[in-house]
């Protein structure tokens, strides 16, 4: 087959053949990753009369609210919408939002698909009413306290944003994703390879603000403190985090909890809201009952039981229903938790509360592969192609979404994705939010730097997304760091989604940093993120010796140093320039001074929202996490330590005037004024 004929089919399918990569420069994509990628989407490379929507109608429809559908139909054929609460209606503008039917009669002929009304625009009332808006931005696990049970959890979380409202004037706190992870140990540290993202762990439950804990008789209640004793004491030193041993506690002290009577209100409650969940919770339930037995990933188990739909299925969950409801249970007591941190944020005087995390995929054998089926492809694993700090591109190990099979479904598997993450959050942070137009792809087997893009129809997308995000009344932050096309910035912002400016990669024409006034304002401006250094590491280079020590640079050492280091002397002398830095300070030695610095600058700039790393505020050196690595590095296992490298707890972050202090400093003009500004 000629080279030209497989690019047309590639081209009918969204496939890319070539890529521009992060020095600007174009890629060719060899064309056995671009055959593997066609196959693994279920298209015959050889094929060329194929294409996604034959017929008169694409796999969806959408239209933004107000405007005139963007469709030209056959002649003579006949359209009627119906709408969601069934009523019918003319494919007219003026349609309610909503997730519809469009059916249409050609030469006798009906022919059905999902019509998707969105807005036009996500115009969130807390940026309506707020010129900016300011939070800290931490890993939930991270961040514990004495009472936690060795990572931090959802009461943490609730104090750790009570106190930053009410003594600092935080507007928000932008925590990782908490997406539901595996039902045994070993647990997955990382909290972007979940199981599911529609439903949450498990480990940040605070077993003692369950209701039922109170009603334990006093032997009980022993049993379970014992289970949290020896955690409570490894929470309290800088030793990595153990999960494995935090979830086998908790499980035990559910577990107990769960054969508890409730009282009839609580009954109520769980029922109602396993009524809202309906079928999917079930399908959640069953599959972590499954992996109970046979391991979580579903494509070990017997091949009966790899089809969500089976009666074979079924019938196991049946006979496993007393482990069904469970986990089901254990969803309900966290969405009261979840309930309870978002209610605690606003109540302290945040203006949005908790901005969730959506992470861009799941295990590849987990819970949501399992429950959505042919929506995402098996055989490749997304990820992104080398760029300047990952040299070597990265892999994922994550299947995408199938383009057409997504939009034959109304975007639904991801609109509940998304409507579940809002359900408790004043905003939501997209991870890698390019993923909504198109996704890099690697052939499983093949090596970071062996993909190609994937292409998504982006209308449908990204109108998912604003749909959900006007339902709950929230604020939507883009993750657009990294290889990005330009117009995908200016489609994002025009619908009212935030960018995401890291001030490290700030730089104009010349590759200076940028002054503060020629930042973008539709964005949510950060010193870093949490695949980048602290601060503190990278004034002293140490992410370049680590880096080097870990085999992740594609030149030699002294090359990056150096690179490093002018970059952070340029920033500084920037900084000096503008009288955020003395002209004297010492980067290395007073790490503590350019990271005040920092932020003064941060709020120099018009961005819409400010992101403050909890790490930097205490003074961490390490990372959370190495991009490019999986056991080579600790990766989401570092607990939240000073810059002495002792540990920091919530308890010390309320009550010790030090670091307090420290924390004020850091945070020069945002704070209590903040708002005034």
Request: charged fraction near 25%.
């Amino acid at each position: 087959m000629r080279d030209v004929q497989l690019a047309r089919v590639a081209e009918q399918h969204g496939v890319a053949t070539t890529y521009e990569d992060w020095r600007g420069r174009q890629v060719p994509v060899s064309p056995d990753t671009i055959r593997h990628v066609l196959s693994a989407l279920g298209v015959d490379p050889r094929d060329p009369g194929q294409g996604p929507g034959r017929g008169p109608l694409p796999p969806a429809v959408v239209v933004r609210e107000g405007k005139a559908p963007d469709l030209v139909l056959p002649e003579g054929a006949r359209s009627t919408v119906e709408t969601a609460d069934g009523s019918l209606l003319p494919f007219d503008p003026g349609l309610p939002l909503g997730t519809h039917t469009l059916r249409v009669t050609d030469n006798g002929a009906e022919h059905d698909a999902p019509l998707l009304v969105v807005p036009d625009r996500i115009d969130p009332t807390a940026l309506r009413e707020n010129p900016r808006l300011w939070g800290l931005m931490a890993q939930v696990y991270s961040v514990r306290s004495r009472a936690s049970w060795g990572t931090g959890d959802l009461r943490d979380l609730s104090e750790l944003a009570d106190w930053s409202a009410r003594d600092l004037g935080a507007d928000f706190t932008l925590v990782n994703p908490v997406h539901a992870t595996e039902p045994l140990v070993p647990v997955e540290p990382s909290p972007y390879l979940p199981v599911s993202r529609r439903y949450a762990s498990p480990l940040y439950i605070r077993v003692e603000d369950v209701p039922e804990y109170a009603r334990l008789d006093p032997a009980q209640r022993e049993g379970v403190q014992r289970l949290a004793r020896p955690l409570r004491e490894r929470g309290r030193t800088a030793d990595l985090l153990d999960r494995d041993a935090v979830w086998e506690a908790k499980r035990t002290a559910l577990e107990i909890l769960f054969q508890v009577p409730r009282a009839p209100g609580r009954e109520e409650a769980l029922r109602r809201y396993q009524e809202r969940e309906g079928q999917p919770l079930v399908e959640f339930a069953t599959w972590s009952a499954l992996a109970e037995e046979h391991g979580s990933d579903f494509r070990s188990w017997p091949a009966h039981l790899r089809d969500v739909g089976s009666l074979a299925v079924g019938r196991e969950a049946l006979r496993l229903w007393p482990r069904v409801e469970f986990h089901r249970w254990l969803q309900w007591i966290l969405d009261e938790q979840l309930a309870q941190a978002q209610g605690s944020a606003l109540d302290s005087g945040m203006r949005l509360g908790i901005v969730h995390d959506l992470a861009i995929g799941v295990q590849a054998g987990g819970a949501d592969a399992w429950m959505y089926g042919d929506a995402l492809v098996p055989g490749l694993h997304v990820g992104a192609p080398p760029d300047e700090f990952n040299q070597l591109g990265q892999d994922w190990g994550q299947p995408p979404w199938n383009p057409t099979r997504l939009a034959q479904l109304g975007y639904g598997p991801f609109r509940q994705i998304l409507s579940q993450s809002l359900r408790h959050a004043g905003g939501l942070r997209m991870d890698h939010v390019m993923g909504m137009f198109r996704l890099w792809c690697v052939p499983e087997g093949a090596s970071a730097d062996q993909g190609t893009y994937l292409r998504f129809d982006h209308e449908g997308m990204v109108g998912t997304l604003a749909l959900a995000a006007h339902r709950a009344d929230a604020v939507v932050i883009g993750e657009d760091l990294g290889t990005v096309e330009p117009w995908v910035r200016d489609h994002l912002a025009g619908r009212g989604i935030l960018g995401t400016s890291v001030l490290w990669f700030e730089n104009d024409e010349e590759g200076r940093p940028r002054e503060p006034d020629r930042w973008r304002r539709d964005c949510l401006a950060t010193v870093a993120t949490h695949d980048l250094p602290p601060v503190a590491s990278y004034l002293s280079a140490e992410h370049v010796e680590l880096r080097d020590r870990l085999g992740l640079l594609d030149r030699p050492a002294a090359e990056e140093l150096a690179d490093s280091e002018a970059r952070v002397g340029q920033w500084c002398a920037l900084l000096v320039y503008l009288g955020f830095l003395e002209e004297d300070a010492d980067p290395v030695g007073d790490p503590a001074a350019v990271v005040a610095a920092m932020h003064a600058y941060l709020a120099a700039t018009p961005a819409r929202m400010l992101g403050v790393a909890l790490t930097d505020v205490v003074g961490e050196r390490r990372m959370q996490n190495q991009p490019g690595t999986s056991t080579e590095y600790p990766n989401w296992r570092i607990p939240l330590t000073s810059s002495e490298g002792e540990p920091v707890l919530v308890d010390e972050l309320l009550a010790d005037p030090r670091m307090v202090a420290r924390i004020r400093r850091t945070l020069g003009p945002l704070g209590n004024h903040y708002r005034e500004l």
